[in-house]
T-cell receptor, first 113, second 117 residues
């Protein structure tokens, strides 16, 4: 019940295309869902995060769509660029307790020039 | 703002030695700090959660005596890998939660690459 399932494992997108990464969770206590971007040898960096009281949040080219009833959320990267090539992780956290993150398994995105 | 640093950025040590990794919140006080390890091409796995002035809470399967965590102040936490062995070679990442923050956000450090020969 603590798992966060992420798909696809890897993704190749043409420059200018839309990258879509999906995550699903089971624990209904989760109330914070961030997405992180990680380049090789670096720590993860927060891209965007959402709470269950909204169904969508957009920041620049990055959009999170959230479906509370399905317990799913996704990251959309519009106008994907070669510089977006990285590994993306979704995570989930509950405000009750330690606020610890449960990370998804990661998606390696490659954007072709 | 919200910068977390780690030192060293990489370390190579011989099998059987102990290695200490520092995690500092530079511009905020951290209520809670988290330690993760990440193997190549894998996700971040939470090792332990530490609160300033109290004992760390370790995740299931993480050896407390092997991975010693000390959170002596609101801006510093240390992870000591005792009697390191080659299988401990990994990327260790810390994160911190802002004492004054109201949300769940964690700020991550740049990571420490540990190689045990």
């Amino acid at each position: 019940q603590q798992q966060v399932k992420q798909s696809p494992q890897s993704l190749i997108v043409q420059k200018g295309g839309i990258s879509i990464i999906n995550c699903a969770y089971e624990n209904t206590a989760f109330d914070y869902f961030p997405w992180y971007q990680q380049f090789p040898g670096k720590g993860p960096a927060l891209l965007i995060a959402i709470r269950p009281d909204v169904s969508e949040k957009k920041e620049g080219r990055f959009t999170i769509s959230f479906n509370k009833s399905a317990k799913q959320f996704s990251l959309h990267i519009m106008d994907s660029q070669p510089g977006d090539s990285a590994t993306y992780f979704c995570a989930a956290s509950a405000s009750s307790g330690t606020y610890k993150y449960i990370f998804g398994t990661g998606t390696r995105l490659k954007v072709l020039a | 703002g919200a910068v977390v640093s780690q030192h060293p950025s990489w370390v190579i040590c011989k099998s059987g030695t102990s290695v200490k990794i520092e995690c500092r919140s530079l511009d905020f006080q951290a209520t809670t700090m988290f330690w993760y390890r990440q193997f190549p091409k894998q996700s971040l796995m939470l090792m332990a959660t530490s609160n300033e002035g109290s004992k760390a809470t370790y995740e299931q399967g993480v050896e407390k005596d092997k991975f010693l965590i000390n959170h002596a102040s609101l801006t510093l936490s240390t992870l000591t890998v005792t009697s390191a062995h080659p299988e401990d070679s990994s990327f260790y990442i810390c994160s911190a939660r802002d004492f004054g923050g109201v949300g769940n956000e964690q700020f991550f450090g740049p990571g420490t690459r540990l190689t045990v020969l």
